[in-house]
């Protein structure tokens, strides 16, 4: 009898976790999810900021080529989290209507799809990375230490991909504290070598830009290590034994139907810096310096909201499969309200604190003169970026990737670099910042007539309001 009570424990003991979604109070709920999330997104903001405060220390050419960079960054950056969305997502709703073993097959398909994934990036680090830089800049010090960046980034994306493959199958069940610890250890190994690699101290040699390329990539592979290792030995929702695997298209086309959407949208994001670089680009390259020195900053204000959103989308996700739509609707209010105070307060300080920012890249005289009106410009954005943030992550927890999308589109290509290049013909600079206010102000009506829809279809037909 105590034998079999034991056993009835150990087989009721994997599910509690994720259970949680639908039973935690909502408020509890959100705040244990999403702050590991917040307190990782954070440490990752932060290396990023350090990442570039060492290259700034080379030269502002290289700052420059960095930021040049950064597009194709970003677009890893996407297709890696985009992905990420679609499987975390279909997992959480496969826990949520009881289907553990549903969730298993998604979590090994979604391996099979990143993999693919990372084999046509790492192509592209090869073959491509000279032709990306040469379509930016032609200055000789920009163009190689960019390419340079770029390669080993590229050619090395498995450790990052997999790292956030692993750390969304961690969240799908709720153990967010995990993701916590990966994400912030490779963040901290990231800030510990950038200046050992970069300017060759312990004994290791000086490799410059190439340093800080190689710092980013060891702390991916920690994080992936670390991530593997809780989904493997903590994990016990999902099975990851690939004996007998086969790709399954049905899976394959639940997390593509979510995950595309998402990727398409980040992707935007990367085409939108990079039409931008070429605009500043045709002012003065300090200008391009500027943008990506905006970008890292204003990454500490935005990763939280991000992080944020990764806690929130399971408990929505979850919600869905279960029919429970109170708790699905508490959950978006309280996630709006936690975002747009967040990006309250990065405006504050943007605002108060420009050129002190700006002077930790070693800014010198004509980049505080871009830099300071740039900032003050650009963080205005933030008034309506929190909500929009976490209204697109509703859409794509939700199943409506597509209305995530078409606000992005819609933003970035409709609005932003079209008013960023009408606004370049002045001839003036400062003018170019204030197409990102005016793009936001279109992103929240293109919300709000989303999340209508969104409502009059799935909040709206749900009979059976969630349990307290």
Not at 241 to 248: A, L, M, N, Q, V
Request: glycine share 8%; net charge positive.
């Amino acid at each position: 009898m105590r034998r079999t009570l034991e056993q009835q424990r150990s087989n009721q003991s994997p599910s509690s976790n994720s259970e949680k979604l639908g039973t935690m109070p909502v408020g509890k709920l959100l705040f244990n999810m999403a702050l590991p999330m917040i307190i990782a997104m954070i440490i990752q903001a932060l290396y990023n900021v350090v990442d570039s405060i060492y290259v700034a220390k080379i030269s502002e050419n290289a700052l420059t080529a960095v930021s040049l960079a950064y597009p194709m960054q970003t677009l890893m950056i996407a297709f890696s989290t985009g992905l990420g969305v679609g499987i975390n997502s279909v997992v959480s709703r496969s826990l949520g209507e009881g289907d553990r073993k549903k969730a298993g097959y998604v979590a090994l398909n979604g391996i099979f799809l990143i993999t693919l994934v990372v084999i046509v990036f790492t192509l592209v680090g090869i073959f491509g990375s000279r032709a990306f830089m040469a379509s930016q800049t032609n200055i000789p010090e920009i163009f190689e230490g960019g390419t340079t960046y770029v390669s080993i980034c590229l050619i090395l994306c498995c450790f990052q991909f997999f790292e956030i493959t692993f750390e969304r199958l961690l969240q799908a069940t709720g153990r967010t504290l995990d993701t916590m610890i990966s994400q912030g250890v490779g963040a901290v190994i990231n800030i510990i070598f950038d200046p050992i690699l970069i300017f060759g101290y312990l004994g290791f040699p000086k490799m410059g830009i190439a340093g800080a390329a190689a710092a980013t990539v060891f702390g991916q592979f920690i994080a992936c290590v670390l991530a593997l290792i809780f989904n493997l030995r903590r994990n016990k929702e999902l099975t990851f034994s690939f004996r007998g695997f086969r790709p399954r298209w049905s899976i394959l086309k639940l997390i593509l139907a979510i995950g595309v959407p998402s990727v398409i949208m980040q992707a935007i994001g990367s085409a939108m810096i990079f039409g931008m670089n070429r605009i500043l680009m045709s002012f003065v390259s300090t200008a391009a310096a500027v943008f990506g020195v905006y970008f890292k900053l204003q990454s500490i204000v935005f990763m939280p909201v991000f992080g944020l959103n990764n806690g929130m989308v399971p408990i929505i996700a979850y919600n869905y499969g279960a029919r429970h739509r109170d708790r699905m609707v508490r959950t978006m209010k309280l996630a709006v309200l936690t975002a747009v105070v967040m990006m309250l307060i990065g405006l504050a300080v943007m605002q108060l604190f420009p050129s002190q920012m700006l002077l930790l890249f070693e800014a010198e005289e004509n980049m505080l003169f871009i830099g300071v009106p740039a900032l003050k410009t650009l963080s205005l954005s933030f008034i309506f970026a929190g909500f929009c943030i976490v209204i697109s992550s509703v859409f794509q927890a939700l199943g409506f990737g597509i209305y995530s999308l078409l606000v992005s589109f819609i933003r970035q290509i409709i609005v932003l670099l079209p008013a960023a290049y009408l606004l370049s013909l002045s001839g003036n600079v400062n003018l170019v910042w204030w197409a990102f206010p005016i793009a936001e102000i279109a992103t929240v009506l293109c919300c709000l007539l989303f999340l209508q829809r969104v409502n009059r279809k799935v909040l709206k037909p749900m009979e059976k309001p969630a349990m307290a």
